[in-house]
């Protein structure tokens, strides 16, 4: 980040005739807290005085030599200056048009928008030339006539565009009418009844997409709850992409405005949505992140089923979703979880190990009886618990115990063998210790006392043969498995490391020896002092089913046969 003296009106205005003002303005100054503002308000007052022309600088060969975070740091002091310049308006929209397309793709390059129309808020006539040269066809104007209404906020105006012009005059007076401040409902009324047509004209998405997103920004303004139910019902109609992007927004920003009937109008028109309009499948995550804390989460759930069931669009891309799935409310998980088991779509019970964390040690308390299911499904269950949250064993005992605790006596024997075989066969760890301390109470606790006690005597056959030194692990044996693993933990390792959002923004160093480390930094005066960093471990641990290691073809055999599993 550069860093520079403020520099005097004489040395701005040298800087300019020098062709050099823009390396300037994409500096931070020395000085006060205010010193960008003296920086700022000096260039204000050598343009508003004509000595210097900051309007021309973003069309400079030094302009465009200005990259990445210098570049926004000039974008940023235009968006200041631009409302106090005495400026012509078509200069002043040549100057946004650039700086808007050297931002390119990024979230902040319309920025210099919102500062055209305080810029026309404070020069109303200029502004009206806008609107004017629009009318007349002007390109440059067009491209920024809704900045220009909004300023205005002539209602009427911004209608009579709608209405006249069948080009993108007519979506840029839409959203024009969206983003003024409409405090007289009648007018609002107006404006949405001149909107409501173009809900249904199927044939033009992208004018459809833009009536909706002006309609409802005009509706949440006054909370019309009946008329947005109603506007969505003609938007759901055979939507293109533009308009399911469209209704995402709307279940995202304006879900509180529909009935229910019409969430799920809307979401079962965005179940079409494509694999590939990442956008949209990214709003719709928000939306439904919100709905889970509302009335209508099932409805999120439900839509979610229908959408990961056939594998075209993965779980990845409800990651806002997943998060507040797994933080709350653990009995809907388990809900989730037992429907998407009993589906029998294979790209649904995959997604389930999404849901449940790898090192999530948190149990299910709960029981299956409530949902009412046959012992067949009840056993099913287990098996697709086991098939696929086998590497989870805490949340997969504790998806077993759920069926126990429903008491049913076809199903007690079946699952209390599961619970033997293959679960304490293979771990002997936090799933035993989950299952040694249920109490005594729990409806499932003398099944789970035949299985350890099942387990208890197996063990103690196995002991009572003693040590037989041919069956122990030769030297190379156990250096394969070394190997093995260290290949393994390597892999996670760089995974790990090509998925951090920090790894590449910080300096990597390798330490053979040593307790702790010197890095050496600079201060603002030029001289060096070292911060010590003592050295800590840290790590993360988790248990590995036995069989892995003594039997990993017949252990991968048994949990792909309880994958593929269906219900008859």
């Keep these: 980040m550069a860093r520079a003296p403020i520099p005097s009106a004489e040395e701005i205005a040298r800087l300019y005739e020098a062709g050099e003002l823009a390396a300037e303005l994409a500096r931070y100054h020395e000085g006060p807290e205010d010193a960008e503002e003296t920086f700022l308000q000096l260039c204000v007052e050598l343009h508003n005085d004509q000595k210097i022309d900051l309007l021309v600088v973003p069309s400079q060969p030094g302009f465009a030599n200005i990259a990445g975070h210098d570049f926004f740091t000039a974008q940023h002091f235009y968006?200041?200056?631009?409302?106090?310049?005495?400026?012509?308006?078509?200069?002043?929209?040549?100057?946004?048009?650039?700086?808007?397309?050297?931002?390119?793709?990024?979230?902040?390059?319309?920025?210099?928008?919102?500062?055209?129309?305080?810029?026309?808020?404070?020069?109303?006539?200029?502004?009206?030339?806008?609107?004017?040269k629009a009318r007349l066809g002007d390109d440059l104007a067009k491209r920024f006539v809704t900045f220009a209404l909004q300023a205005a906020g002539d209602v009427a105006t911004a209608i009579d565009f709608v209405q006249s012009y069948d080009d993108e005059r007519r979506l840029f007076a839409m959203a024009?009418?969206?983003?003024?401040?409409?405090?007289?409902?009648?007018?609002?009324?107006?404006?949405?009844?001149?909107?409501?047509?173009?809900?249904?004209?199927?044939?033009?998405?992208?004018?459809?997409?833009?009536?909706?997103?002006?309609?409802?920004?005009?509706?949440?303004?006054?909370?019309?709850?009946?008329?947005?139910?109603?506007?969505?019902?003609?938007?759901?109609?055979q939507p293109g992409p533009a308009t399911l992007h469209s209704l995402a927004h709307v279940i995202w920003l304006h879900h509180k405005l529909l009935a229910s009937h019409a969430i799920q109008t809307a979401l079962h028109a965005l179940e079409a949505v494509q694999p590939e309009h990442q956008g949209t499948l990214r709003t719709l995550d928000i939306g439904l992140h919100h709905l889970l804390n509302t009335d209508d989460a099932p409805l999120a759930l439900d839509f979610l089923t229908a959408t990961l069931r056939d594998g075209s669009?993965?779980?990845?891309?409800?990651?806002?979703?997943?998060?507040?799935?797994?933080?709350?409310?653990?009995?809907?998980?388990?809900?989730?979880?037992?429907?998407?088991?009993?589906?029998?779509?294979?790209?649904?019970?995959?997604?389930?190990?999404?849901?449940?964390?790898?090192?999530?040690k948190k149990p299910f308390y709960t029981s299956v009886g409530p949902l009412g299911l046959t012992p067949v499904q009840q056993i099913f269950i287990c098996r697709k618990?086991?098939?696929?949250?086998?590497?989870?064993?805490v949340v997969c005992c504790s998806i077993i115990v759920s069926v126990l605790r429903a008491g049913d006596p076809e199903v007690a024997g079946p699952v209390t063998d599961l619970l033997f075989d293959p679960f304490l066969l293979n771990y002997g760890g936090s799933a035993r210790d989950y299952l040694k301390n249920v109490a005594t109470p729990d409806a499932a606790y003398g099944s789970i006392q035949i299985a350890l006690v099942n387990d208890s005597a197996y063990y103690a056959g196995l002991e009572s043969t003693g040590e037989i030194k041919e069956l122990q692990p030769s030297d190379y044996q156990r250096d394969v498995l070394r190997q093995r693993t260290h290949d393994e933990m390597r892999g996670v390792r760089k995974d790990a490391e090509k998925q951090s959002v920090l790894f590449s923004m910080v300096h990597r160093s390798t330490l053979l020896y040593g307790k702790r480390s010197l890095t050496y930094v600079l201060d603002d005066d030029g001289s060096s002092r070292a911060i010590a960093l003592d050295l800590k471990s840290m790590g993360v641990s988790f248990e590995w089913p036995r069989r892995e290691i003594l039997d990993p073809v017949g252990l991968d055999y048994m949990l792909r046969v309880y994958r593929v599993e269906k219900l008859e």
């Design 79 to 132: 968006c200041e200056a631009i409302p106090k310049l005495n400026a012509n308006v078509m200069a002043l929209m040549e100057c946004c048009r650039t700086l808007i397309e050297r931002a390119g793709a990024d979230g902040a390059a319309g920025q210099p928008n919102e500062a055209f129309r305080h810029w026309c808020q404070n020069n109303p006539t200029e502004g009206a030339l806008v609107i004017s």
């Design 313 to 360: 669009i993965t779980i990845e891309s409800y990651q806002t979703t997943v998060s507040e799935l797994k933080r709350t409310n653990r009995q809907r998980l388990y809900e989730l979880i037992v429907r998407w088991f009993l589906s029998g779509s294979m790209a649904l019970c995959d997604s389930v190990q999404r849901l449940v964390d790898f090192e999530d």
């Design 385 to 393: 618990a086991i098939g696929f949250l086998f590497m989870r064993p």
């Design 176 to 237: 024009a009418l969206g983003r003024m401040p409409i405090d007289d409902a009648s007018k609002a009324q107006e404006a949405t009844g001149v909107l409501e047509p173009f809900l249904s004209v199927v044939d033009d998405d992208n004018l459809r997409a833009n009536s909706l997103f002006a309609t409802f920004d005009i509706l949440k303004k006054h909370n019309h709850a009946e008329k947005a139910s109603a506007f969505v019902e003609l938007a759901a109609k």
